[in-house]
């Protein structure tokens, strides 16, 4: 289940935030209360994949990969790179997005 099924959006290509002039007014369902994310069955229930989850240990993972990069013996070949290039689309460009942001480039 991704965000366009869980907020009621019939067709997948459909851009989240932009009315269907079609739909005449229909609207996304509201949740009727305020969601805690401190109740585990609401917080299962609204995020079965626990994407909250997985973004609460980015900092243990980031820690752990700069151990594990510190550790690379680079080829001397190598050590004059200035450049990379990332390919990914979607939710996949995220960590490409992030090492971007941490090299402030």
Known sequence: MDARDFFGYKN???EPGRPDPADEGERPPLFEEAVTLDDPAT???IDPEDMFGRVAELP????????????VALDERLRDV???VVLAMGGSAIGAELVAAAAGD
Not at 63 to 69: G, K, L, M, P, T
């Open 82 to 84: 200035d450049a990379v």
């Open 43 to 45: 917080l299962r229930r």
């Open 12 to 14: 997948r290509d459909e």
């Open 60 to 71: 243990r993972q980031l820690s752990q990969a700069r151990r594990v990069a510190a550790a």
